[in-house]
């Protein structure tokens, strides 16, 4: 597969126009009081499914040419986007979603008209997929590691870098790569001078090392709350973020929980833990980011509250 370049993000921002929603900007005085920065929060968890992930699932889906079932590998965001795309696209799609599974995620497929497949052992999801697609005779979808994906996350950043002018810097939380590589094509597309960063948490920390040692360094027993951000880079994101990258904010579990209270009291916005980790070297006054004009994408929301709500409700009569 060849590298997705700025014109591809570009294509896919044309795609999704009327199709993805163009997530606004929200600002918080206390976070630039504390930060010392101007900090425009992209706000992709007003996106459909809740995340960022919509925008590269439907972009790689409609660029499918036969009408095979869609079949992918997710216990989460990306999921939920393949099952809405392909909802939108008259499409038959297959998830494997491996335990744990955040039931918010596994019913939001399902309410989309996804199938869920949960392998018996979650070690062996990646050879269950596969079987999957042979007996579906499908085709399958990486959930970052793909042009047409990579090409529709760095949509964002695009809408972001239009809707606030002359941004410094862009934080945004790293997995497999897929939402940081294409914020950095679209970003040194529109502005080469514009610095991304990648936050990463220290349980997970994979990318990094990967980025450094330029080899996927293997994602073993990654511990972090940020369940979305337990995946290891990809052949094609690897290189783009070896490229682009100005480098790594290396984030710890209790600054997670920590921005994202901060993030739920200040702004009452419901984030995810993985979009925490890209607020967090804010909120401890991050030298390179001070002063500066700091855009950072909020990857997502998709957050299991029912645990709050039946130990409230049951009280309630």
Request: charge should be negative; aromatic fraction near 6%; glycine fraction near 10%.
């Amino acid at each position: 597969m060849t590298l997705p370049t700025f014109r591809d993000v570009q294509y896919a921002a044309a795609l999704l126009q009327g199709i993805a929603n163009h997530t606004p900007i929200h600002t918080s005085r206390q976070l630039n009081t504390i930060s010392q920065a101007s900090v425009f929060l992209k706000c992709e968890n007003f996106q459909h499914v809740g995340a960022f992930k919509f925008r590269g699932a439907y972009n790689a889906v409609a660029h499918l040419k036969s009408e095979k079932p869609v079949v992918a590998l997710s216990s989460g965001n990306h999921a939920q986007g393949i099952a809405l795309a392909c909802q939108l696209l008259g499409k038959e799609a297959h998830l494997v979603m491996p335990e744990p599974i955040n039931p918010v995620k596994r019913a939001a497929v399902q309410g989309y008209g996804g199938i869920v497949h949960t392998p018996a052992i979650s070690q062996e999801a990646e050879s269950f997929s596969q079987d999957l697609v042979q007996a579906k005779q499908g085709e399958w979808f990486e959930a970052f590691n793909d042009p047409y994906v990579i090409a529709g996350q760095g949509t964002a950043a695009l809408e972001l870098l239009a809707q606030v002018e002359d941004l410094d810097v862009i934080l945004g939380p790293i997995g497999g790569g897929g939402l940081l590589s294409g914020t950095c094509l679209a970003a040194h597309g529109v502005n080469p001078k514009v610095k991304v960063y990648a936050c990463e948490p220290a349980g997970a920390l994979d990318a990094m090392y990967s980025v450094k040692e330029n080899r996927i360094v293997p994602q073993d027993h990654p511990h972090t709350i940020a369940e979305g951000l337990r995946t290891s880079v990809g052949t094609l994101t690897l290189p783009i973020l070896r490229e682009h990258l100005a480098g790594f904010f290396v984030v710890e579990e209790h600054e997670i929980v920590q921005a994202m209270r901060f993030i739920y009291e200040r702004t009452k916005l419901i984030i995810e833990p993985a979009s925490a980790v890209a607020v967090a070297p804010l909120l401890r006054q991050e030298p390179e980011l001070q002063g500066k004009r700091v855009g950072v994408i909020l990857s997502g929301g998709n957050v299991d509250l029912s645990h709050f709500f039946s130990g409230v409700l049951g009280h309630v009569h």
